[in-house]
């Protein structure tokens, strides 16, 4: 997974915690990002990985998980 950005950390992914697992990107993950000019957008991410985490110190190797957030925006103003 490669990831470029400007003005930010680099390389820089959060990890994605379910009940007591925990997900971060794989050696095959790929995240993609899209902005509408109106703020709206769509996030996905494919990939994502369970790793050890203080709530789980045996992480499944076969545990994965693909995702998709969408947001839209909205003027509030009077």
Same mark, same amino acid.
């Not at 985490?53 to 909205?74: E, F, G, R």
């Given at each position: 997974? &490669?990831?470029?950005? #400007?003005?930010?950390?680099? *390389? !820089? %992914?959060? $990890?994605?915690? @379910? +009940? *007591?697992? #925990? %997900?971060?990107? +794989?050696? $095959?993950? #790929?995240? #993609?990002?899209? @902005?509408?000019? *109106?703020? !709206?957008? $769509? %996030? =996905?991410?494919?990939?994502?990985?369970? @790793?050890? !985490?203080?709530?789980?110190?045996?992480? /499944?190797?076969?545990?994965? &998980? *693909?995702?998709?957030? =969408?947001? $839209?925006?909205? /003027?509030? !103003?009077?």
């Amino acid at each position: 997974m &490669v990831h470029t950005t #400007t003005g930010r950390l680099p *390389d !820089s %992914f959060p $990890t994605l915690a @379910i +009940g *007591d697992r #925990t %997900f971060e990107r +794989g050696e $095959t993950a #790929t995240a #993609t990002a899209e @902005i509408a000019a *109106d703020g !709206s957008g $769509t %996030f =996905t991410a494919t990939g994502l990985v369970e @790793i050890a !985490s203080l709530q789980n110190s045996n992480p /499944d190797p076969n545990a994965q &998980v *693909d995702l998709t957030v =969408t947001w $839209t925006c909205q /003027d509030v !103003s009077n």
